[in-house]
């Protein structure tokens, strides 16, 4: 008997979903006549009554349309990073393949495929899509910018939402209306990098996650030696000894650092007395060190230990692991969103800010559609380069 394998599961998905198509083509007008448009492989659910309510919702919020009066500098920032960083990035793989990093999309079940980064990658959604969304509605609104509806959509394996804009008063709004209306969702995925950021800065081990230029300067050095990860079945484990333990001395030779461990003159079969850390309070291991990869070890994965200048208690590691992939994907999503090429918010925002800077509708559009095709080559070649480098991830 055959199973089934990955492959096979992704091609039946997609047949269901066409045959679901098919069996409700007859039926595409009254679903549409509810604001369900379904067609092969997407579906939109755009609820008109929306557009009323976030209208009324946000028409008068002053306070917040002054604050999102900012976004057009946050976008434009972003803007700038996203074009340099694919431009130096396929420089690199050109110049120096070792710094070449892959730029190629999460898409689920496609090329996020455990079952743990899934469910990251689908809790993370909405506290992208719906802040994102919300910030356009919040700027379109207090600009007097109608609002039509709202909804989400599911395009194949993709989930997003949209707020669907008065196109006419749009195009007629003022040009630097448009640009904050534009700039307003990117620069709430920005945030949400910050404050993931930040949060994650308070805790104990993100250190070891993040760059160290952005962590070094919110964490101090102590002495210890901070065990990082345990080898399944090694003696540390048999011990005791967990991921998270703070390891001071080891038969009474203080540990300052990793190196001071490294040093250590240690043989197989040898007792070791270690005096650590662990959960806040004071113990001791007995460890016999064994032969690994022909050296006696113990079997830890070690990094220098460092303390936050600001700290709150300890989430966890599944707190941390999440964390780090929201701030990723947040700031991942900020940024490219600001390529100026359609279908993204770049688009949108270059074209308000052209129609300021550049008079004549024939040289504004060949500048904008220049930057289309720019955008469109460097993100087009930074994904094919990294297929070819890196083949088709299985995260």
């Known amino acids: 008997m055959t199973t089934c394998g990955y492959g096979c599961y992704v091609i039946l998905f997609l047949i269901s979903w066409i045959v679901l198509y098919i069996s409700l083509r007859g039926k595409l007008k009254a679903l549409e006549s509810r604001g369900i448009v379904l067609g092969p492989l997407y579906l939109i659910l755009n609820v008109r009554s929306a557009g009323a309510a976030l209208e009324r919702s946000f028409r008068g919020s002053r306070r917040a349309s002054r604050l999102i009066s900012i976004s057009p500098a946050v976008a434009a920032a972003l803007m700038i990073y996203a ?42 959604i909405p506290i992208l899509i719906i802040p994102h969304e919300l910030s356009h509605a919040l700027a379109a609104a207090s600009r007097g910018i109608g609002i039509k509806g709202g909804g989400f959509l599911l395009v194949t394996f993709l989930m997003g939402a949209f707020v669907e804009l008065d196109e ?23 945030v949400i990098a910050g404050v993931v950021l930040a949060l994650l800065l308070t805790q104990p081990y993100s ?9 070094a300067p919110f964490y101090r050095p102590e002495a210890g030696v901070l065990v990082a990860g345990v080898v399944p079945g090694s003696p540390a484990q048999a011990a005791g000894i967990s991921t998270g333990t703070v390891l001071l001395s080891v038969n009474g030779t203080p540990l300052d650092d990793v190196g001071a461990l490294g040093g250590l003159n240690v043989s197989a079969g040898e007792l070791l007395v270690i005096d650590a850390m662990s959960g806040g309070h004071p113990h001791t291991y007995y460890v016999r060190a064994a032969e690994i990869s022909g050296r006696a070890m113990i079997g830890v994965y070690a990094a220098d230990y460092m303390r936050p200048d600001v700290q709150l208690p300890y989430l966890g590691a599944s707190a941390d692991y999440f964390m780090v992939w ?22 949108v925002f270059m074209d308000a800010a052209l129609s300021a800077a550049v008079r004549g509708d024939a040289s504004r559009r060949a500048i904008l559609y220049s930057l289309y095709a720019l955008s469109a080559l460097l993100l087009a070649g930074n994904i094919a380069l990294s297929l070819m480098k890196f083949g088709v991830p299985s995260l």
């Open 326 to 347: 929201l701030l990723m994907i947040s700031f991942a999503v900020a940024a490219f969103n600001m390529l100026p090429m359609a279908p993204f918010d770049g688009a």
């Open 168 to 190: 006419g008063s749009f195009r007629n709004a003022k040009w630097r209306h448009r640009m904050v209306t534009a700039a307003a969702g990117p620069t709430a995925n920005a």
């Open 207 to 215: 250190y070891l996650y993040l760059p160290s230029y952005v962590a």
């Open 83 to 124: 074009l340099y960083f694919l431009s130096s990035n396929l420089w690199s793989y050109f110049a120096a393949p070792r710094a070449f990093s892959a730029v190629i999309p999460l898409v689920p079940f496609v090329t996020v495929r455990s079952p743990f980064l899934l469910a990251i990658f689908l809790a993370a």
